[in-house]
T-cell receptor, first 107, second 115 residues
Framework: EDQVTQSPEALRLQEGESSSLNCSYT??????LFWYRQDPGKGPEFLFT???AGEEKEKERLKATLTKKESFLHITAPKPEDSATYLC????????FGAGTTVTVRA | GAVVSQHPSRVICKSGTSVKIECRSL??????MFWYRQFPKQSLMLMAT?????????EQGVEKDKFLINHASLTLSTLTVTSAHPEDSSFYIC???????????FGPGTRLTVL
């Protein structure tokens, strides 16, 4: 069965303190890896799709990278509005989510 | 990104009643829609996949007679929780995609509380 493991579970950052979130996966046939942001009480908001090892995508202070076994979401100089739970998901025939990393950025 | 809406956003019902949740893709035609359930501090768990005009495919452990899914058009899917019980209380989220391996766009979720 596909497995997606995210670490750490929680991350507390000072504003401007860059860091990375990890998503490791085991899937028989990876057809895509997705990153989402979820705010409390809301549905996930799409951030990135990565399809092949070596691929990178950026959006504002976020950058996602992919290897054959894992993906990283780098947050550069975070701001308090970047506080959220970040979810990683992989798809073969269905989307399987990790448990998420809850990021709190303090001003 | 594409916009997906859900209605209602919040519902409280008595045990034994049925509740219907609507999911609409507002600015694109969704060939496939998905229904997820999320318990507090847990990730999303896929309940079922539905394609327009055909029967939904349910994940293992999800009762199809309890969670009725109808995907009547390319922009609307409904989830009906029949004879709801307190253990059905959860956050239900739908998503829609134009292709099964494409990005899924999620609705804002529906908080169901069964008393």
């Amino acid at each position: 069965e596909d497995q997606v493991t995210q670490s750490p579970e929680a991350l507390r950052l000072q504003e401007g303190e860059s860091s990375s979130l990890n998503c490791s996966y085991t899937v028989s046939g990876l057809r895509g890896l997705f990153w989402y942001r979820q705010d409390p009480g809301k549905g996930p908001e799409f951030l990135f799709t990565l399809y092949s090892a070596g691929e990178e995508k950026e959006k504002e202070r976020l950058k996602a990278t992919l290897t054959k076994k894992e993906s990283f979401l780098h947050i550069t100089a975070p701001k308090p509005e970047d506080s959220a739970t970040y979810l990683c998901a992989v798809i073969d025939y269905k989307l399987s989510f990790g448990a998420g990393t809850t990021v709190t950025v303090r001003a | 990104g594409a916009v997906v809406s859900q209605h209602p956003s919040r519902v409280i019902c008595k045990s034994g009643t049925s509740v219907k949740i609507e999911c609409r893709s507002l600015d694109f035609q969704a060939t496939t829609m998905f229904w997820y359930r999320q318990f507090p501090k847990q990730s999303l768990m896929l309940m079922a996949t539905s394609n327009e005009g055909s029967k939904a495919t349910y994940e293992q452990g999800v009762e199809k007679d309890k969670f009725l899914i109808n995907h009547a058009s390319l922009t609307l899917s409904t989830l009906t929780v029949t004879s709801a019980h307190p253990e059905d209380s959860s956050f239900y989220i739908c998503s829609a995609t134009g292709g099964i391996y494409n990005e899924q766009f999620f609705g804002p979720g529906t908080r169901l509380t069964v008393l």
